[in-house]
Every structure is written in structure tokens, then in C-alpha cells.
């Protein structure tokens, strides 16, 4: 069996359950319906992307780091934004113009996203999945706020942050302006991903987290710069 599809010590418990639930779909549809609502400030177009990626990276990461099985992350990210790009095309969003750039920005972001929590499962055996949830906490507040005041935060932030990367990618499909523009984002997933894995299966040797910090820096750095 792979080293990436042993459980964690303490399993698939019931609060971890939950917050997957709340944060990876609850949340994520209830923000849909309001941006959905004809008071809404923003068009549904433009709030759909970020609330996808928000809600793929709950689900995906929180899943598998809470039963420390990747594929178990990667289902749950995938069957979460089927579910959440359905609600939102009940509601008002036009019809995908770029269905490619969407399907593969949505399945590397589930890699990346469901990679890093099977590392937190491994890493922190039984309370990886605490790790996660204050991961996608703090990036979806990040995320959120640049959606709300587009000019509260500085480029470079989000730059560094792959809820971000994942918006980006999602959002070019949204608009779209095609996998051309979304190129960067999707290398910074899929690169940050592939260096996660490493980690993870050399576990626990260290010296793969120099690879996985060198590569997320380079990668930020990337997306900075085609920004």
C-alpha cells in the first residue's frame, strides 16, 4: 500500500468530519447563494471562482488530512466543486465559456490541495487535520478580502497563497481568457503539489521540506511576476 494511503492514527473522527462538511460545502454554498442575490455588490461570475477554490481546498485538504488517505482528498474536492459549480449555475451563472481550463484547473488544485494535507497527516499523526483547517482559514479570510476590497492588500501576499493560485485558475475559465492566462497559477499548483508528494512519501526524512519551501517560493515568484 502506498505510504500516502495509510489512515491516520486516530482515523476519520467525527469533528474532522464536520469541518469538512462546513467549511468545504456549507460555507462555500451559502456564500454562492448570497453573492447570488440580486442585493449582492458582486456579479456572480466574479464571486463564484474564489468561493470554488475555497471549497475545493476545504474539503480536499481538511479530508486528507483527517484520514491521511490522498485519494480520499482529491474524490471529496472533486465531487465538492461539482456540486458547488451546479448550485452556482442554478442560481445564475452562465454556462462555462472555457470548460478545459476549468476541469484542469479544478483537478490540480485538488492534487495540490489534497497533497498537502495527507503531509499534515503524516506530519502531525492524529491532529493533522487541525493543521488544515487553520491553513484554509487563514487563506480563504486572505482571499476573501482581496474579493471584498481589491486594493487592501499588497500583490505579493496573495501571490504567495494557493487558494489563490487555484482562483486565479478558476476564474481565467470563468472569464473566459483561457488556460493561456491561467498557466502560471496552474504550473504553481502542480508544482507545488509534485513537491508536497516528495515529501510526503520520503517522510520521515527531512530534507525534502527544502525542495517543497524552494519550490513554493519560486512558484509565488512566478505568479507574481505574470500577474
Known amino acids: 500500500m502506498s505510504s500516502l494511503s495509510k489512515p491516520a492514527p486516530l482515523g476519520w473522527s467525527a469533528p474532522a468530519w464536520a469541518c469538512v462538511v462546513l467549511i468545504g460545502i456549507v460555507a462555500p454554498a451559502a456564500a454562492i447563494l448570497l453573492v447570488s442575490h440580486e442585493a449582492s455588490p458582486l456579479p456572480v461570475a466574479s464571486g463564484v471562482g474564489p468561493i470554488i477554490a475555497i471549497g475545493l481546498m476545504g474539503s480536499g485538504m481538511i479530508a486528507a488530512a483527517a484520514t491521511g488517505r490522498f485519494a480520499i482528498g482529491v474524490f471529496l474536492a472533486l465531487a465538492t466543486v461539482v456540486a458547488l459549480l451546479l448550485l452556482a449555475q442554478t442560481v445564475g451563472l452562465p454556462q462555462l465559456p472555457n470548460l478545459l481550463t476549468f476541469g484542469l484547473a479544478v483537478f490540480v488544485a485538488s492534487i495540490s490541495f489534497a497533497a498537502r494535507g495527507a503531509l499534515f497527516a503524516k506530519s502531525t499523526p492524529g491532529k ?28 505579493w501576499l496573495l501571490a504567495l497563497l494557493p487558494a489563490q493560485w487555484a482562483n486565479m485558475a478558476i476564474q481565467a475559465a470563468f472569464t473566459g481568457i483561457g488556460m493561456f492566462a491561467a498557466w502560471a497559477a496552474l504550473l504553481a499548483l502542480g508544482g507545488t503539489g509534485a513537491a508536497t508528494l516528495l515529501v510526503a512519501r520520503l517522510w520521515p526524512s527531512r530534507w525534502p521540506y527544502l525542495v517543497m519551501f524552494t519550490t513554493w517560493l519560486g512558484m509565488s515568484a512566478l505568479v507574481y511576476y505574470q500577474s
Do not use: C, N, S, Y
Open 128 to 155: 493533522g487535520w487541525w493543521i488544515a483547517v487553520f491553513v484554509v482559514a487563514g487563506e480563504a479570510a486572505i482571499v476573501l478580502t482581496a474579493l471584498a476590497q481589491p486594493d487592501a492588500l499588497p500583490d
